[in-house]
């Protein structure tokens, strides 16, 4: 038996089909009494070659996979961990913000404080996909800080000597600086189609 027509919309819970007329498949899972429901909102689409069904999505999520690199910017930093927003992966916006957590160096024991500041871009590695939570590292020498910012006035430190100064306040902070050139900041940022 047959709920949901080919094409038809359905929301997460509905009833699409029995599992005597097809198997599920992409966005669809099995419920109560062999009933297929959808598990996104999208569109019911029937595979009657092979007797599968699935859920189109209306919006599509980008993927994070393991050992993708990603833009992020700090929201909130303590000792052992730091809560990011995901801007780009791979070196491509994102249109669905996640997000994410730097995970602490379990080899340094370093204080993330130390790292990284709330309002830094960051470069950043995906090593952790566990439960919905995304785990990122910042360890290897090519990743950390892109665009820190003063934690007292807002702005952008900029590097004088060895050390990053705010050049409004005269603040001097520490961070663990990623080796990226700024076209190449430019095109994570911005996407690489508007920077060429």
């Known amino acids: 038996m047959v709920f949901v027509e080919d094409g038809g919309f359905v929301i997460p819970g509905q009833r699409i089909c029995v599992a005597e007329e097809y198997s599920p498949g992409l966005n669809v899972k099995m419920a109560r009494d062999n009933i297929i429901i959808s598990s996104r909102v999208g569109f019911v689409n029937y595979d009657k070659s092979n007797r599968i069904v699935h859920v189109r999505p ?5 993927g994070i996979n393991l050992g993708d690199q990603v833009l992020v910017e700090v929201k909130d930093v303590q000792e052992k961990i730091a809560v990011v927003e995901i801007l780009a ?5 994102i249109k669905h913000r996640r997000t994410a957590v730097i995970l602490p160096d379990l080899k340094t024991r370093q204080d993330l ?3 990284i500041g709330v309002g830094d871009l960051v470069i950043a590695h995906v090593v952790t996909l566990f439960s919905g939570v995304i785990g990122l590292s910042i360890w290897k020498n090519q990743l950390g800080a892109v665009l820190p910012i003063c934690s ?5 430190l900029k590097k004088k ?3 990053l100064v705010c050049l409004k306040c005269g603040n001097r902070e520490k961070r663990k600086m990623a080796s990226i050139n700024t076209s190449t900041l430019s095109e994570w ?8």
């Open 152 to 156: 007292r006035c807002g702005r952008p």
């Open 113 to 115: 404080n130390e790292c």
């Open 161 to 163: 000597d060895k050390a």
């Open 89 to 93: 992966v791979n070196g491509r916006p």
């Open 58 to 62: 209306v919006k599509s999520i980008e």
């Open 189 to 196: 940022i911005f996407g690489s189609s508007l920077t060429r």
